[in-house]
């Protein structure tokens, strides 16, 4: 966990230089390759993060008791699921000024941040209720009869156990995150993609371009999956019962 983290951040840091080794029109973009992989990054870690928190809120709703609750949850997975991802970004660009007070103006990045982290929420949301289900009712008893509290139960007993099973489902979808990112270009968000294409448009060079662009996806994707990986392995995920 500790490598990948590291090489993420020397990538990173070295990118600017490494592409500038390259012959045109690689080289003189460096520094807008360089500055477009951080984006992504910074996309993925937050819509990331925000959508495992969505995840778990909606998870627990769609298992609760309450009906109108687990209806609402139900709906906004079905809801965004059931559209594409390019149209939920353009929404939220389009109309989260519109509903926000004159003194807020959220960023290009920001609407993009928030449609990507409510999207993959959606997905986390089914991955976070198969991982609670699959935690033994038994255990959830015992805990009870021992005096724990529902919260308690919850947090020391049920979370923990359904996310080493939800994890790789949750790991599949953060790889899938950080190519969904590349849709932000929609709405003008300087990301890898959206470089991608200025330097294609000009230079007239789609071949060596996009072929740059796809091998910092790949890293950019590799470094993220063995973080993921390395933490199944320290949980044990899939372990056998």
Same mark, same amino acid.
């Given at each position: 966990?500790? *490598?990948?983290?590291?090489?993420? @951040?020397?990538?990173?840091? *070295?990118? *600017? #230089?490494?592409?500038?080794?390259?012959?045109?029109?690689?080289?003189?973009?460096?520094?807008?390759?360089?500055?477009?992989? +951080?984006?992504?990054? /910074?996309?993925?870690?937050?819509?990331?993060?925000?959508?495992?928190?969505?995840?778990?809120?909606?998870?627990?709703?769609?298992?609760?008791?309450?009906?109108?609750? !687990? /209806? =609402?949850?139900?709906?906004?997975? /079905?809801?965004?699921?059931?559209?594409?991802?390019?149209?939920?970004?353009?929404?939220? /660009?389009?109309? =989260? &000024?519109?509903?926000? &007070?004159?003194?807020?103006? $959220?960023?290009?990045?920001?609407?993009?941040?928030?449609?990507?982290?409510?999207?993959?929420?959606?997905?986390?949301?089914?991955?976070?209720?198969?991982?609670?289900?699959?935690?033994?009712?038994?255990? @959830?008893?015992?805990? +009870?009869?021992?005096? =724990?509290?529902?919260?308690?139960?919850?947090?020391?007993?049920?979370? &923990?156990?359904?996310?080493? @099973?939800?994890?790789?489902?949750?790991?599949?979808?953060?790889?899938?995150?950080?190519?969904?990112?590349?849709?932000?270009?929609?709405?003008?968000?300087?990301?890898?993609?959206? %470089?991608?294409? !200025?330097?294609?448009?000009? #230079?007239?060079? &789609? %071949? $060596?371009?996009?072929?740059?662009?796809? %091998?910092?996806?790949?890293?950019?994707?590799?470094?993220?999956?063995?973080?993921?990986?390395?933490?199944?392995?320290?949980?044990?995920? *899939?372990?056998?019962?």
């Amino acid at each position: 966990m500790l *490598g990948s983290m590291v090489g993420l @951040v020397l990538f990173l840091w *070295g990118l *600017g #230089s490494l592409i500038a080794l390259a012959p045109e029109p690689i080289g003189p973009a460096a520094k807008e390759f360089a500055d477009g992989a +951080r984006v992504t990054v /910074w996309l993925t870690l937050i819509a990331g993060l925000a959508g495992i928190v969505i995840g778990v809120v909606a998870g627990l709703g769609k298992l609760s008791s309450f009906l109108p609750l !687990r /209806w =609402l949850c139900d709906f906004y997975v /079905w809801l965004i699921r059931g559209t594409p991802l390019l149209l939920q970004i353009l929404f939220v /660009w389009l109309v =989260l &000024p519109d509903v926000l &007070p004159d003194s807020v103006k $959220p960023s290009d990045f920001a609407c993009a941040a928030i449609a990507l982290a409510v999207n993959i929420g959606a997905y986390n949301t089914e991955c976070v209720r198969g991982g609670i289900l699959a935690v033994p009712h038994g255990q @959830v008893e015992a805990a +009870r009869a021992l005096g =724990l509290s529902p919260l308690q139960t919850f947090m020391d007993i049920v979370l &923990p156990q359904s996310m080493r @099973v939800a994890l790789p489902a949750l790991a599949n979808n953060l790889a899938s995150l950080v190519k969904d990112t590349s849709l932000a270009y929609a709405i003008s968000v300087s990301e890898l993609t959206m %470089i991608g294409s !200025r330097v294609q448009a000009s #230079s007239y060079k &789609p %071949i $060596p371009v996009f072929l740059t662009t796809a %091998i910092i996806y790949l890293i950019l994707t590799t470094a993220f999956t063995t973080l993921t990986s390395a933490l199944e392995t320290k949980l044990d995920a *899939g372990r056998k019962r």
